[in-house]
């Protein structure tokens, strides 16, 4: 099925350590999303892409980048996670004007 | 500034009951107004969405009604089951931008 498909789905990191979290889509969608959702809160969007173009959001810190190598991948670097980057990280895709899709999420812990 | 603004926070409903939650916005730019049900340790899914020419949509025991005049939009949920129980974001696109601005969110609790 097509869909929307996150890795790991469980990150464990230390405090200072760069991790990555992988989206892929197999929708062919044009735009990708990353958001960052903390326990009871709404998601919080980071960044998209539209095709290769990056928008990011003005109150995204510095401390997180975005990657899109192609339209079925897209990458999220925290180059030095702090503990309030715990959350889940959800990747979602769309066409344009279309309908958004979201994977399952990355629940990312940081000790 | 939050740019849409969803109530209740919390609702108890009892099985076979109507859930209602309730969305309003102010940014005119808003073309797309969908639903997501979110479970525990999962991602929101698609739940149902409207467009602002359309006054309600119904898809099963799910219902949008819209008013675009006030600029409020809610969701209904008939025959209101356990299964239901989850947490329920409206959001809004922005036709400008390809982005979308969620509400708080709602946690529905359907009591057996």
Redesign the interface.
């Known amino acids: 099925d097509a869909m ?1 498909i ?1 890795n790991p789905r469980y990150q464990v990191t230390q405090f200072g350590k760069p991790v990555t979290l992988s989206c892929s889509q197999t929708l062919n969608h044009n ?1 990708m ?1 990353w958001y960052q959702q903390k326990s ?4 919080k ?1 980071l960044f ?1 892409y ?1 095709d290769k173009d990056f ?1 990011n959001e003005a109150d995204t810190p510095d401390n997180f980048q975005s990657r899109r190598p192609n339209t079925s991948f897209c990458f999220l670097d925290i180059r030095s996670p702090g503990l309030g980057d715990a959350a889940m990280y ?1 990747c ?1 895709t ?1 066409r ?2 279309g ?7 990355t ?1 990312l812990t940081v000790t | 500034q939050q740019q849409v603004k969803q109530s209740p926070q919390s609702l108890i409903v009892q099985k076979g009951g109507i859930s209602i939650i309730n969305c309003a916005y102010e940014n005119t730019a808003f073309d797309y107004f969908p639903w997501y049900q979110q479970f525990p340790g999962k991602g929101p899914a698609l739940l149902i969405a409207i467009r602002p020419d359309v006054s309600e949509k119904k898809e099963g025991r799910f219902t949008i009604s819209f008013n675009k005049s006030a600029k409020q939009f809610s969701l209904h949920i008939m025959d209101s089951q356990p299964g239901d129980s989850a947490t329920y974001f409206c959001a809004a696109r922005n036709r400008g931008f390809n982005k979308f601005y969620f509400g708080s969110g709602t946690k529905l609790n359907v009591k057996p």
């Open positions: 929307v996150q735009v999303y009871s809160q709404a998601p969007l998209h539209y928008n959800l979602a769309s344009l004007m309908e958004q899709y979201f994977g399952p999420g629940r």
